[in-house]
């Protein structure tokens, strides 16, 4: 998906009834609308793991999507300062990497 010359690529992976969703790129904008979008059009009973390794900059719409997604029970992967930074500092709750 790309917006203004900004991408965010989106992977999506069930593991063990495990939904993992993996973020590359910039989470602004459109592309944070449109997975909010997504999720709460099919949030399941699925854990899902939300991947912000790969996530380079996160603007304030962005933001608020992940704390959506913190109400909704995701766990956040994060192996990079940037990501634990954001993680740190939303207080998301960080998740195992396998």
Known sequence: M?????????????????LICRLEGRFTGEGAEHIRMLVTQCHTDRTLVVDLTEVMYIDAIGEEVLL????????????TSYSRDVCERLHLPQAFSH
């Open 68 to 79: 959506l997604l913190k109400r909704l029970g995701a766990q956040f992967l994060a192996e």
């Open 2 to 18: 790309a917006t203004n010359n900004m991408m965010l690529r989106v992977e999506t992976q069930e593991l063990d009834g495990t």
